[in-house]
Structures are given as C-alpha cells and as structure tokens.
C-alpha cells in the first residue's frame, strides 16, 4: 500500500480527497458517512449571504401577502442572518464531535463586512480552517476591472487579521490577469488556493423559452480547466521562497485518474462533489484504490514521488500549457 | 233652414294648430340658471366619505339616514355607510354640508325632480347622481366653512432643554378647562370606536369629560380597559388616526383627554372607590398568566371580576411587562403603573413576582395547579446588531439597557452613546442616554419616515438633540486594549426602490464609510420570544408562525386550555392590542371552564 497522505493548510490528511462545500456536506450523517467512505477532509456547505437575503425577502413578501405590516420586521434580515449563524455553527460544533477528520467552514458573502463577521463566528465555533468561496462575477458590478480584482486582496486581508486559523480561497478563473492575481493572493497569507468553483450554469429550454437549471454537475472533461492552472500555479509557487500555500484542484474530478492527473499537475489535495452526488459515496474508496494501484504500477511510494511532475515548469513541454488555440500540428484532422 | 258652413268647418280649424310648436316647455327642455352658491340637491364624494354620520345627526329634519353603499367595506377608519337623503324631507339648510368633517358631502345646483314615486325622494347622494353630481356643486363645505373646531387644545410639555436634566414626564396634562374644550370638539362619530383594537367607548367617555362627569368617565373607560391611565400615555392611538376631524384639522386628543381623567384619580383606593366593581363570587375555577404585562394584567382583572381564581407568575419584580422595563419613566411613571396594578390587586388579582416560568416553576406545575393558561410574555429577546465587535464591552441591547434603567439600577455608558434601529425601543434607548448625559446619534439604515417609530417619539428626540442619522449601515464595531468600544464604523447607503412593490432597500455606497467615536453602541433592532420554558410535548401541539403563536378569536392556541396574547399573538406591538388580547381571552376562558 502506497503513502497516500499529504499536507494542506498545515493539516496531515490520511489521503487527497476532500469533500468539497456541497449539500453532502451540510449536515452531520451525511459528513459521517463521507469521513467513512474515506476522504481526509471535509469542506461544510458554505453559509451563503445571499440566500440569508433570499430567505429574508421571501419571508417578508409572505407576511405582507399575510397582512403583516412590512415595517413590522424592519430588520427581519439580522434575525435571519442570526440564526443562520446560529445554525452554521451547531453544524461546526456538532461535526467536529461526530468525526475525526478536519473539518473546513466555508462562507460566501456579497458584502465585505459580511465576510469579516461570518469568519469571526465561525473561527469561535472550533472550524480547522477557513475556505472563503469568493467570486465576483463580472456581470454583478459597477466595478472595474481593477477595483473588482483589488476587492479579493481587500477582504483577504481583512479576514486574515481578524482569525487565526489556516485560510484558504477558493476562486473562480474570472480574472484578467489570472496567473498574476492567484500569484499574488497567494502571497497574502492564505494557506491554500482552490481552483475552481463550480458556478450554477443557467441555460435555457427553446419550447417554454425559459431559463433552467442543467448543468448542475461537472463532467470529467471538466478537468482541463483546473488542470491547466493547477500546472501552471504549481510551478510558479515553486519557485516562491517561504510560500507556503497550497494548492487544490477542484471540478471534473470523478475519478482516480482525475486525481492522479491533479497531482501531476501540482495538486495537494483535490476537491470532489458531482462525482459522489452521480456514483454514491463508494467512489471515494474507488479512487482511493485506483490511485493506489497506479502508483504501485508505477512504483511511486508517496504522493510527492510524483506530484508536480507533469506542472508547467516539470512537464517536458511546458509551452502546451499556455497554448489556447488549436494548431494543426496538435490536431489529428485536416 | 241654411246650413252655417263656418259652424260646420269652425272645429276641423283646431286640427292646424297640430302642425304648430306648442306654447308650453317640455320639461326638462329648459332649465333656469341657479344663483351662485346655490342649494339645491345633495352630492356625496364617496370616496372621500368616511360614513361618520355627522351629516345625519345634525339634520333638524332628521331627512338623513346611513345605509350601506356596494363597494365600500367598513374598516380603518371607515364606517362602509353612506349618507341617504329623504328629499320630501330635506330643507336644504346645508347644516349637513357645513358640518362634514372630510368635505365630502356638499350641495349642487340641481332642482328640478319629477316623480310620482314617493320611494325614489330617497337619494343617496353620490350615488344617484354618480354622473354629474359633481360638475354642479354649488355650497360646498371647502369653502372654509365649518362648525367644527378644528385646532387642537395644545397639549403642555417640558421644554426639550429642560427635559433632558432628569426623567420627568414630559406631558404636562391638561387642566379642567382645556380638557372640556378639547373634550367639546368631538363629534361622537364613533369611527374611533371601531378602530381602537378594544373598542373602547371613546365618544362616550368624552362626552362624560366634556359635561364634566370625570367620574362617569372614568367607569366608562374601565369597561373593557383596566389600564385607561397607560393608554393615556403612551398608547399608538389609532383612534386619532382616523378622527373624522383628522381630516380637515387636529383630531381630538383622545389620548390626552384618557389621560386627563385617569390621571386625576390619585391612588388606588380612590379607583375601587369611583368604580366600585362587582365582584362576583368566587367560581371555583383557576386560571394562571404568565406574565404581568398588559395582556396579563387585562385578562387578570376581568377573570378576577367574573370570580376566577387568578394567579400572575411574574419573572420580575415589578408588574408591567414591557410598559414598566420597556418604556421610559418620562412617559410612563412608576406610581402610574403601580396605582393601576395596586387596584387589579385590591379586587383580587394575585401576582407572583420573581417567578420565572421554567426556571422557578416549571410549565408543567402550572399545567397541574390551574384549569387554563394564558401567556403574555412579550418579545423580549433582542435580535443581535449582527457586525463584527458586538461582544465588546459597551456593547448593549436597548431592551437590556431600559429594563435596568427602569428597574432603578445604573448602567455605565459614557458620554458618547450610538443606538441602531429606528423603532420606539431605539428611540427610547436614545432620549434615556440623553437624559444621562450623553451626546446620543441614532443610526438608522433607511429614512427617517421609514422609522416605524411613532412621528410623535422622533420628534421629541430630534427636540432633545438626539442626532438620527438615516440611511447609515454599521459595519463594524471597534475595541481598545481593553476590549471596550472606541468606535463604530458605518457605511452611507442609498434607496433601491424595491421591484415588487416593497419598502425601498437600503444599499451601502462603496467607499463611502465613516467612524465615529463612542462610548457606548445600544442595540435596537428588534425582539422575539423566548418559548424555551416550554416543554417538547406542548411545543409539538402548538402552532408558531413568524414568531408568533397561532390563536383563535379567543386567543386559544391549538391546546384549548392554553391562551396567548400580546407580542407573542398580534401583530402590532402595542400595549392597546395587548390589552385587547387580554379582553378576548377572558371570552375564551370563560367559554371553555364555564360552558
């Protein structure tokens, strides 16, 4: 049996899979049956600003449909926030006594101030680590380009000087100068870089003309984004002194090959959900045995025998990685 | 004999008159032209109209009547009755246009109706004569013309400089002769009536006040309302609101002249004296109340007249609830409430203090001592501000801070206070900092006429120089070394019209952020019940809906011996609802251990 462990965010995890932020991850059998099915870690499902604003419109809006006066719940929305807190934290307190794994928080706010108040209390609540689920869609915004980037660094900073525990920031590929601004974020002081999250992905339905929901899961082809970036990010903290940071690779990884091929690339760990929501649970110990026996095959006793092996600076041809069109001599068609 | 050929012709000659226009009008081909200000039939705008039958009490001829109109229901305000006038009956005199308080009833230039049906000489103005009625009007009551009075009686009150150097009450009163003539610009309508959440006898008791039988008013007021001083003061008085005086001037201040006749009567003991209640014997039955507030002390003393065997578990030390902890002494003075809580008990009202009800008795034990339960608990749990800071030392909730204050104790803030909300609670917590010394800014998220505070609070701040600072989101609170507050940052915001029709919401403008230095930062947000004192199995039988518990129209929750009122049971958060509450449930509680 191969070595499987690895380190992120200063944490030793028995092997590199973590179940990412999902619903699998927001309440306490559901994550014992996932630290039984093997991952090392797993990420709770984020606390949403958003849907604490959501909950509170409708709450109101039903009121008011009620004959409730609107002014009645002036600030209806703290009383919401609270006991979502409320609630996120008993999840924390409750997992952290349910299993022996880590156990990351994760928030995703829209307003900065949000982010500092929801990483305090959840710091208090015991979470091992911090994942801050940050995107800023380029539709949501009157920014600019600079002023939206400059935002990640702000809150970044601000949430690093109010906790203590280990940081990590997953983010989206939305940015201009996307290997710089993960460069420099990863200077900031956060432990770990989570490429990418998975974003709802609307589409439409041509007979009701209609905007639906249907991708809701990654498939395994979408792997080469992240595993592009993962290759290219690795390589660069290589050559950072003193910077710790992690990194893991996260959407289109469903199976042991996914996983191999991310550590290749340069991943710590990886983050895994639409696989375990199509094949059950049982995958994780799947691919814990395929990649066991791709490194006995291969002769590699640890994870670091070969991680970063196939990353944009270890790869025998890095100028792949950065090539974004096809050209005739990578196609095999006329 | 010769035949008269002209006698013969002589009548055919009428037959060429046919072919000639005649010398009479058809009616109504012609009209004459009315003199100005003309007072002919009767127009109602329906509309403006609130059905208060002034029109029809002043008639001499009694020619007018109130019947119910389609389209119109009676509520807020409004009776749903229109005015009908007998036009066999009707003298035009326009005492009726003269004396409506909304303008809407007013006289045309129209004349002339033909009928020989005697039912149609009843016309509902408005309604009859839907079409044209109101391109003629002729005598209109806009004109400036009234009998009614529709200044106000300006109501006394401790200059704003002066208030602040202690906890007066800042209400004067009225003295005898202001309250007679404010007591006579009441039109006895009743619309006040209908609104006030107990129906309480409004134009009855003035009437009293205004013939000068403060006494009989007095009796009147404890019909259905044990706590007429309270209301005297710090009612929300939606009866005002809807005032048919409102309308065209000040309504009457049926607050003030509540508190007037109340107020007079000094201590207890003159109350059971004026009243001297029937006190029926006693029924065997027994009934525990959670809670000493309005709601409690209501039902108490109406179950305590019928017979009952009352008992009040209070978790303080002082009966009241939110009127005794809650509100400021300024408004509300201890001995009022004492006098008012010393004769419920005189008339055999017993009150547990200090009793909290899942801490000293359990809800259980109270199960097994009474037949029925009535809870009147309140919402006294306060919402967390919910920014980053708010466990630092000077950071305190508003419903915390006035029950000390209220409670004769003393809490240290500093000369620098900040509160955030924009409801009563903030606006107390404010003008209480300011009376201790402090420099006091409210910090509220939307505008100011979005405060659901009442105008009446924030403009006795704003006289206080309480600063209100609208449209301002805390983001932030900061400690020193010591992990006291030092100072709050907040963001400005603008106005989001809401896309479905809402109130518009406050967004923070990036970039535009501000601190301001504190001393201490006062929590005002909001409230909620604590319900942890009752055990699983009653909390499985019961309904909770938007914090509230679900009642019928008697206050009975889901379990039939278990009454709620108050916060917990309304919607409106105010002592007169709560006491209304209160009355209703003595109904159910009646009906369920006397059926």
Redesign the interface.
Known sequence: MADLSTKYLGLKLKNPIIASSSTLTSNVESIKQLEKAGVSVVVLRSIFEEEITLETNRFIENAVEDGYDEALFDYYDKKVKQDNVENYLKLIRETKEAVNIPVIASINCKSDHEWIYFANKLENAGADALELNMFFLPSWSKRTVEENEALYFDIVNKVLQQVSIPLTLKVSHYFSDLSSTLLQLSKTGIKGLVLFNKFFTPDFDIETEKMTQNYVYSSPQDIALPLRWVSILSSQLKKEENNDCGIVASTGIHDGEGVIKQILAGADAVQIASTLYINGFEQVDKMLFDLNSWMEKKNYSSLDDFKGKLSYQGGDNPDQYERTQFMKNFSDKE | MAIDLKGILSPFSALAQGTKPPHTVKYPKEEKETAARYRGFHYNDLDECIGCGTCSTICQNAAIDMIPVEGFETNNGDSGLRPRVDNGRCCWCALCVDICPTGSLNLTSDYVYVTDDPDTFLWTPGVDNAEDGKDKLSWKSADGKSLLEYSRVPMKELDGKERIKSFAEVVIGYNEEEARKEADRCIACGICTDICPVHMHIPEYINAISRGEDEEAVRIIYDNNPLGETCGKVCTRRCETTCAINHKGDPVAIRWLKEYVTSKVENADLIKEILNPEIAEPNGHSVGIIGAGPSGLTAAYYLALKGFDVTIYEAKEHAGGMIMYGIPKYRLPLDSIDKQVDYMKSIGVKINYNTKVGTDITFNELKEKHEAIMIGIGFEIP??????GEEAEGSIQAVNFLREINGGKHVEIGNKVVVI???NVAIDAARVSKRMGAEVTILYR?RVE?M?ADWEEIEGAEHEDVIIHPQAIP??ILSDESGKVKSIKY?NAEMIPDE?G??PRPK?I?GDEHTIEITSVIGA??Q?ADYSFFPEEIKEQIEIS?GRMVVDENQATKLPWLFACGDIAN?Q?DAISAIADGYRAVKGIEKLLLK
């Open positions: 919402y967390e501000i919910g920014v980053t909300g924009g409801g939307r979005d659901p983001l932030e963001a479905k809402g109130r923070i990036e947000i909001g909620e938007r919607r958060a």
